[in-house]
């Protein structure tokens, strides 16, 4: 398994990314601590230079191995089942440079806040048409880029919907596409599984992406959550991606991302 960090240029404070600033910088830092691959947070991959986070990557001698895509919802509340068609297009097209962006850097895209809420939708039933439908139109350029979609199960705080692994894997039954998988993440898992570890175990063949934090969302070895229990499981089921660390960056970005590293090197 490989060790990830999330990176982002501008998120709110409480936002759980660790190292914030320039792509190119944080990358580099990344690298120097000791981090296999990165997690970039994006807003709007038109926003970026991907040519220089590339070269980036490759001098430092890691990779990307997600790009997160929550910040286009918190920042440009962009849905892919708002209720205007027109605004559902526009974030179809947002999946679509994400997916295209997940192409050239070999990594996944991950599915959370982006898809929406039921209550803005108001009914469940219309909601899962309205996510299909706009899920369909990106698996179409998930597959023609290669790329692999995570849909992450969310606590319930989050997201009103797809909180359990469960959940998530009667969706991705439904849907029938290999290239949509499950992403995990254990500060979610911690609120919402009733047996972590079996659950992550009966996932074999789902699990497409993992995000570390522990029970207080601070950095593995701050609280009480079993990394052992989850790493025994993920490893039982042949997981072969990163552990992306999405944390608060407390007491500093910095010593957030050592402990992590150092904690999670020991625990795998
Ligand atoms: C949301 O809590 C979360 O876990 C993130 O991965 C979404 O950006
Ligand atoms: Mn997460």
């Known amino acids: 398994m490989k060790l990830a960090i999330t990176v982002v240029k501008d998120a709110a404070p409480l936002a759980p990314f660790v190292l914030r600033g320039d792509y190119v910088d944080t990358i580099r830092e990344a690298a120097a601590i000791g981090y296999d691959a990165v997690e970039l947070h994006i807003a709007?991959?038109?926003?970026?230079?991907?040519?220089?986070?590339?070269?980036?990557?490759?001098?430092?001698?890691?990779?990307?191995?997600?790009?997160g895509t929550g910040l286009a919802f918190l920042r440009d509340g962009v849905t892919l089942t708002h209720p205007?068609?027109?605004?559902?297009?526009d974030a179809q097209q947002r999946?679509?440079?994400?997916?295209?962006?997940?192409?050239?850097?070999?990594c996944v895209v991950i599915i959370g806040l982006i898809k929406g809420q039921v209550r803005d939708v108001g009914d469940r039933a219309l909601f899962e048409e309205r996510f299909r439908h706009s899920l369909d139109l990106c698996l179409v350029a998930a597959e023609k880029h290669g790329v692999t979609l995570v849909m992450e199960a969310v606590n319930r705080y989050e997201s009103d919907i797809f909180n359990t692994i469960a959940e998530c894997m009667?969706?991705?039954?439904?849907?029938?596409?290999?290239?949509?998988?499950?992403?995990?993440?254990t500060f979610h898992m911690n609120t919402e599984e009733?047996?972590?570890?079996?659950n992550v175990a009966a996932a074999a063949g789902y699990v497409g992406h993992v995000h570390v934090a522990d029970s207080n969302r601070r950095?593995?070895?701050?609280?009480?959550?079993?990394?052992?229990?989850?790493?025994?499981?993920?490893?039982?089921i042949g997981y072969r991606g990163a552990l992306s660390v999405e944390c608060h960056g407390l007491p500093t970005p910095r010593a957030a991302a050592e402990g992590a590293l150092s904690f999670l090197r020991k625990a795998i």
């Open 95 to 106: 999946i679509a440079s994400f997916i295209k962006l997940g192409g050239k850097f070999g």
């Open 219 to 236: 950095f593995p070895g701050c609280g009480h959550y079993d990394f052992a229990e989850t790493i025994s499981a993920l490893k039982q």
């Open 194 to 198: 009733d047996r972590i570890g079996a």
């Open 44 to 67: 709007d991959p038109a926003e970026v230079d991907a040519d220089a986070i590339l070269s980036a990557c490759r001098e430092a001698g890691v990779s990307v191995s997600s790009i």
């Open 170 to 185: 009667a969706f991705i039954d439904k849907v029938g596409s290999g290239r949509l998988k499950i992403h995990i993440d």
């Open 84 to 89: 205007d068609e027109a605004k559902r297009q």
